[in-house]
């Protein structure tokens, strides 16, 4: 079966097609072809996503992305389809907010053969809903021009399921044990989710305030680093540590002892903004203040996973979402993990699936065919929805 599957939940636009062979949990999978265009350039100078134009630019950025990802996989063939005027008029009705991309998806249909896919998987939540909406529309007017149905999936399965695909290098997702514990930390988000079986999810602790991406993207910020800040932190505390930079002030380590699985990471940002007010920090001094922070958060986050795991019994930790790009967080829970327990499998995905892709959301959406949890619905009960709930 090969899904195509359609990522606009923030500021990547991604289209992938992946081949599954066999059944999920099973399947072994072939990415065919891949295609993912980042905004991050255009995003920088607002310091963080800005709303509008990154729906305007997955507007752009889709039918060219859908095009080289079928390329790639060798499903691209040229043909003249005349779209009777019933479809022409679907397809301009369900794209009227953006008549870009109905021109360049309606050029396309006009001018290639339906390719030998089978589903559409697309990112219906959580995101920031104006750029949902853009893929959703967009894998409803494939659907409605192709005859296929769409999945919707939730963009936080696709995190989890993205860190234990190929970690055994063979194609496959890793045979979890269960109960398993998914630490997810990205911009929008930071859950602890418990795993009692596939595609059982249960929410047992998360933010009560900023993302620790979020965080790391606002301290970033204050030390005059761009957008993304995650990367450019890391960077420079690990220059920090090579150097063994004394400390810089003192940060808290926010909600460590709260006895229960929440997060809370803005008092850690306004605790740099004072450390650093009204200074100027030099490069060395912003290394440290960088090292500081991560050094917080990642004691942090070991702490939370590890009384997740107490609590629950959990033979699996999961890491995913775009913090677990970290090189820095990822050696610390290995080592911390490794002592605590041996027996316990760690997994962080493997380079290029921590960030938002759309390989993640084919897994995910061959996991929701398995689970058939909601049956494929009508094409218009689809909605994109910003806040869409994972447990
Ligand atoms: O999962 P993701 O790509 O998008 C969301 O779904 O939010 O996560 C993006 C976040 C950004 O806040 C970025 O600063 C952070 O992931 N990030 C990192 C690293 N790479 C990306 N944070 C820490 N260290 C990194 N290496
Ligand atoms: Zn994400």
Same mark, same amino acid.
């Given at each position: 079966?090969?899904?195509?599957? *359609?990522?606009?939940?923030?500021? %990547?636009?991604? !289209?992938?097609?992946?081949?599954? /062979?066999? #059944?999920?949990? &099973?399947?072994?999978?072939?990415?065919?072809?891949?295609?993912?265009?980042?905004?991050?350039?255009?995003?920088?100078?607002?310091?963080?996503?800005?709303?509008?134009?990154?729906?305007?630019?997955?507007?752009?950025?889709?039918?060219?992305?859908?095009?080289?990802?079928?390329?790639?996989?060798?499903?691209?063939?040229?043909?003249?389809?005349?779209?009777?005027?019933?479809?022409?008029?679907?397809?301009?009705?369900?794209?009227?907010?953006?008549?870009?991309?109905?021109?360049?998806?309606?050029?396309?249909?006009?001018?290639?053969?339906?390719?030998?896919?089978?589903?559409?998987?697309?990112?219906?939540?959580?995101?920031?809903?104006?750029?949902?909406?853009?893929?959703?529309?967009?894998?409803?007017?494939?659907?409605?021009?192709?005859?296929?149905?769409? *999945?919707?999936?939730?963009?936080? %399965?696709?995190? !989890?399921?993205?860190?234990?695909? /190929?970690? #055994?290098?063979? &194609?496959?997702?890793?045979?979890?044990?269960?109960?398993?514990?998914?630490?997810?930390?990205?911009?929008g988000h930071t859950?602890?989710?418990?795993?009692?079986?596939?595609?059982?999810?249960?929410?047992?602790?998360s933010t009560r305030d900023d993302a620790v991406g979020e965080a790391?993207?606002k301290?970033?910020?204050?030390?005059?680093?761009?957008?993304?800040?995650?990367?450019?932190?890391?960077?420079?505390?690990?220059?920090?540590?090579?150097?063994?930079?004394?400390?810089?002030?003192?940060?808290?380590?926010p909600m460590?002892?709260s006895?229960?699985?929440d997060f809370s990471f803005s008092g850690l940002k306004t605790?740099?903004?004072?450390?650093?007010?009204?200074?100027?920090?030099?490069?060395?001094?912003?290394?440290?203040?960088?090292?500081?922070?991560?050094?917080?958060?990642?004691?942090?986050?070991?702490?939370?996973?590890?009384?997740?795991?107490?609590?629950?019994?959990?033979?699996?930790?999961?890491?995913?979402?775009?913090?677990?790009?970290?090189?820095?967080?990822?050696?610390?829970?290995?080592?911390?993990?490794?002592?605590?327990?041996?027996?316990?499998?760690?997994?962080?995905?493997?380079?290029?699936?921590?960030?938002?892709?759309?390989?993640?959301?084919?897994?995910?959406?061959?996991?929701?065919?398995?689970?058939?949890?909601?049956?494929?619905?009508?094409?218009?009960?689809?909605?994109?929805?910003?806040?869409?709930?994972?447990?």
């Open positions: 079966m090969k899904i195509l599957s *359609i990522e606009t939940s923030a500021d %990547e636009t991604a !289209v992938s097609i992946i081949e599954a /062979d066999g #059944d999920f949990p &099973n399947a072994t999978y072939t990415l065919l072809g891949n295609s993912l265009r980042s905004q991050i350039e255009m995003h920088r100078e607002y310091g963080g996503i800005f709303p509008s134009m990154a729906k305007r630019e997955h507007a752009k950025a889709l039918t060219p992305l859908l095009k080289l990802a079928l390329e790639e996989s060798g499903l691209l063939t040229k043909g003249e389809n005349k779209m009777t005027p019933e479809m022409t008029a679907k397809l301009e009705s369900l794209l009227e907010r953006e008549p870009e991309l109905f021109d360049t998806l309606a050029n396309f249909l006009r001018t290639h053969d339906k390719p030998e896919v089978d589903r559409i998987a697309v990112t219906s939540g959580p995101g920031l809903e104006p750029a949902l909406w853009v893929g959703v529309n967009f894998a409803k007017a494939l659907a409605l021009a192709w005859n296929l149905q769409v *999945i919707p999936v939730n963009h936080m %399965e696709g995190h !989890v399921l993205a860190s234990i695909f /190929d970690a #055994d290098r063979d &194609n496959q997702l890793s045979d979890l044990q269960f109960p398993a514990i998914a630490l997810l930390i990205s911009g859950e602890l989710i418990k795993m009692e079986a596939w595609a059982k999810y249960e929410k047992i602790g790391f993207d301290v970033a910020r204050l030390l005059g680093m761009p957008y993304p800040g995650g990367p450019e932190i890391g960077k420079a505390a690990n220059e920090a540590r090579k150097k063994k930079l004394p400390e810089y002030h003192p940060l808290p380590k460590l002892n006895g229960d699985l605790a740099v903004r004072y450390a650093v007010a009204d200074k100027k920090l030099s490069e060395e001094e912003k290394q440290a203040v960088s090292r500081d922070f991560e050094d917080s958060v990642t004691e942090v986050l070991i702490k939370k996973a590890e009384k997740a795991i107490e609590q629950t019994g959990a033979k699996t930790l999961i890491v995913g979402g775009g913090v677990s790009a970290s090189g820095h967080l990822r050696q610390s829970f290995n080592s911390h993990f490794l002592n605590y327990d041996a027996n316990l499998a760690v997994y962080f995905p493997m380079p290029g699936l921590s960030t938002d892709n759309s390989i993640m959301i084919a897994l995910a959406g061959h996991a929701k065919m398995a689970a058939s949890l909601s049956p494929e619905g009508a094409l218009n009960s689809i909605r994109a929805d910003g806040n869409k709930k994972l447990a």
